[in-house]
């Protein structure tokens, strides 16, 4: 069974820093593409970043800049870093993968993980 299992999350304050990161298990992910989302209160979920198997990599222009999408192929992980954060970056924070980048970037990944929690105080 495939599961993404992220971590990372909490409080922090406007300007600071948080990493994320996303394990998965019941499959190699070495080559599929891993994404990012995030949902605000009363938002619908947007897609944050990704990172291509080949290495490419694309930000929405809210974050462009500020994350940063990573991956460790060896251990099936991938990570964001997130510095100079903004109140509304507030959201719960997802990953996600898919074979296919476009697919991803449409929103609607094959695999998921729960979310974790993200809040910036002012």
């Known amino acids: 069974q495939v599961q993404l299992v992220e971590s990372g999350g909490g409080l922090v304050q406007a300007g600071g820093s948080l990493r994320l990161s996303c394990v998965a298990s019941?499959?190699?992910?070495?080559?599929?593409?891993w994404g990012w989302f995030r949902q605000a209160p009363d938002k619908e979920r947007e897609f944050v970043a990704a990172?291509?198997?080949?290495?490419?990599?694309t930000y929405s222009d809210s974050v462009k800049g500020r994350f940063t999408i990573s991956r460790d192929n060896a251990k099936n992980t991938v990570y964001l870093q997130m510095n100079s954060l903004k109140t509304e970056d507030t959201a719960v924070y997802y990953c996600?993968?898919?074979?296919?980048?476009?697919?991803?970037?449409?929103?609607?990944?094959?695999?998921w993980g729960q979310g974790t929690q993200v809040t910036v105080s002012s």
């Open positions: 996600a993968a898919d074979h296919s980048t476009a697919t991803m970037k449409s929103g609607n990944p094959e695999y």
């Open positions: 990172r291509m198997w080949y290495s490419g990599y």
């Open positions: 019941g499959r190699s992910f070495s080559n599929y593409a």
